[in-house]
């Protein structure tokens, strides 16, 4: 018996609907189908409120979000999945304080050196691509011509010239600081982080005064009122608005502050400071993240994910292959078995994707499937199906056994009857001489 069921193969398969999900964002998250490979968007009930039909998207920002057709081309629909603006473009960003970066395909005339939009067959050698600014009427806001536009960022945002050097635009298109940087970084609504011909980041203010000169290998953006820096020996401290170092340059390792409390890595160890620079809690994890809704994701030793709270309790089990930070309330986990979830900073489980397990199961000739959108019901079906099996096993076993048996006894009394009837033979044999 025990040899039979060596026999039975077992092999667990996940089947899920969705091969890829994004974070929320505007209360809906974009999903990609199994089988057709599109995207489309469902809300934080796990109802799908738009379909999956298009080939590229982006999360949704100022209440649009940027897709793409089947043709490559991109455009933006809103939260019903109605398209807002047409697919006209190359490139589409996300909408930042109601701006977006596009880049299109337009046609130049040699004549007034003027762009327009490229709607009919031209000649090729006059077809060039454009970068620009729209906003969410699909107004374009007049630009200088530039190789790149950054995100806007309180009111601004990064531009490169076609020397490869950097500048600062406000949302009406004006240039407020001159592409003459190597590198630049808005890192609060007055100040930006710039460097020059040196390696080096200093700040300057809106107007190009410098407020400190360039001394730094990394400076971050403002948050709660310090701005992160690296020195140049590589350690890392904090600085106020004026440039002082609130928090000296010491740290191996250190992030923004994040809610009141910055995750920095001194003695090869994680550990949590408050703005005073204070050590709040030191960290006994593989790695650490910077708090987002009250929790901060962290990983064990065995590399699964968790989260810890403010007073830095285990809140959640380290027991999520996948985990990321908290956007808008949500984070998307998966467990080990592969389902993909939503939970919410209360911690409760808001959103499990659509999935199903299953197991094929192959015995002698037989082959069977199970389903089950439940781990553990499988598991209750695998039994039962197990102990099916095993009957029916024994059964054989015995239906063999009871052939056997039979097919035995009647051999055994075909060879008796042949012996009978030879002692019979033998016996008449002997009487007959006996009566000569």
């Known amino acids: 018996m025990g040899k039979m069921l060596k026999n039975i193969v077992f092999r667990d398969f996940l089947e899920q609907k969705y091969s890829d999900s994004g974070n929320f964002s505007e209360g809906l998250a974009f999903v990609k189908d199994s089988n057709s490979g599109l995207y489309g968007y469902i809300d934080e009930t796990g109802k799908e409120v738009i379909q999956q039909k298009f080939y590229k998207v982006e999360s949704f920002k100022n209440g649009l979000a940027a897709?793409?057709?089947?043709?490559?081309?991109?455009?933006?629909?809103?939260?019903?999945?109605?398209?807002?603006?047409?697919?006209?473009?190359?490139?589409?960003?996300?909408?930042?304080?109601?701006?977006?970066?596009?880049?299109?395909?337009?046609?130049q005339s040699s004549k007034k050196n003027k762009f327009r939009f490229l709607?009919?067959?031209?000649?090729?050698?006059?077809?060039?691509?454009?970068?620009?600014?729209?906003?969410?009427?699909?107004?374009?806001?007049?630009?200088n011509d530039y190789d790149y536009i950054s995100d806007f960022c309180n009111g601004l945002a990064i531009v490169?010239?076609?020397?490869?050097?950097?500048?600062?635009?406000?949302?009406?298109?004006?240039?407020?600081?001159?592409?003459?940087?190597?590198?630049?970084?808005?890192?609060?609504?007055?100040?930006?982080?710039?460097?020059?011909?040196?390696?080096?980041?200093?700040?300057?203010?809106?107007?190009?005064?410098?407020?400190?000169?360039?001394?730094?290998?990394?400076?971050?953006?403002?948050?709660?009122?310090?701005?992160l820096v690296k020195s140049d020996d590589g350690l890392y401290g904090y600085i106020n608005e004026e440039g002082y170092e609130i928090i000296k340059c010491k740290y191996e390792y250190a992030c923004p502050f994040s809610e009141g409390l910055a995750l920095i890595k001194s003695d090869n160890s994680y550990k949590f400071i408050n703005e005073n620079g204070l050590e709040a809690f030191k960290c006994n994890y593989e790695l650490v993240n910077s708090f987002s809704c009250?929790?901060?994701?962290?990983?064990?030793?065995?590399?699964?994910?968790?989260?810890?709270?403010?007073?830095?309790?285990?809140?959640?089990?380290?027991?999520?292959?996948?985990?990321?930070?908290?956007?808008?309330?949500?984070?998307?986990?998966?467990?080990?078995?592969?389902?993909?979830?939503?939970?919410?900073?209360?911690?409760?489980?808001?959103?499990?994707?659509?999935?199903?397990?299953?197991s094929r199961i192959k015995y002698g000739n037989n082959d069977k499937e199970i389903r089950s959108e439940n781990k553990e019901e499988l598991i209750r079906k695998k039994m039962e199906l197990i102990k099916y099996i095993k009957k029916y096993l024994e059964e054989q076993k015995t239906n063999l056994i009871t052939k056997y048996t039979n097919e035995i006894t009647e051999e055994t009394n075909k060879i008796i009857d042949d012996l009978n009837s030879q002692v019979n033979d033998k016996k008449s044999l002997i009487i007959k001489k006996i009566k000569k």
């Open 67 to 107: 897709v793409q057709n089947k043709y490559a081309q991109w455009g933006y629909i809103d939260k019903f999945g109605n398209l807002k603006i047409p697919f006209n473009y190359i490139m589409a960003g996300s909408f930042n304080e109601n701006l977006a970066v596009v880049r299109l395909k337009v046609e």
């Open 119 to 143: 709607n009919k067959k031209v000649n090729k050698s006059i077809i060039k691509t454009k970068i620009a600014i729209i906003n969410t009427k699909n107004q374009f806001i007049k630009i």
């Open 160 to 227: 490169r010239n076609n020397k490869n050097l950097y500048g600062v635009i406000n949302k009406e298109g004006l240039e407020i600081v001159s592409c003459k940087y190597k590198a630049l970084n808005i890192i609060s609504d007055k100040l930006i982080a710039f460097k020059e011909l040196e390696n080096c980041y200093g700040i300057i203010d809106l107007s190009g005064k410098e407020i400190i000169e360039n001394k730094y290998q990394y400076i971050s953006k403002f948050s709660n009122g310090l701005a």
């Open 294 to 358: 009250g929790l901060a994701l962290v990983q064990d030793s065995n590399g699964m994910y968790g989260y810890i709270d403010k007073n830095f309790k285990e809140v959640v089990p380290c027991k999520y292959k996948y985990a990321s930070d908290f956007s808008n309330g949500l984070s998307k986990v998966i467990d080990p078995d592969g389902v993909i979830y939503y939970i919410n900073n209360s911690l409760q489980v808001k959103i499990i994707l659509p999935h199903k397990f299953y």
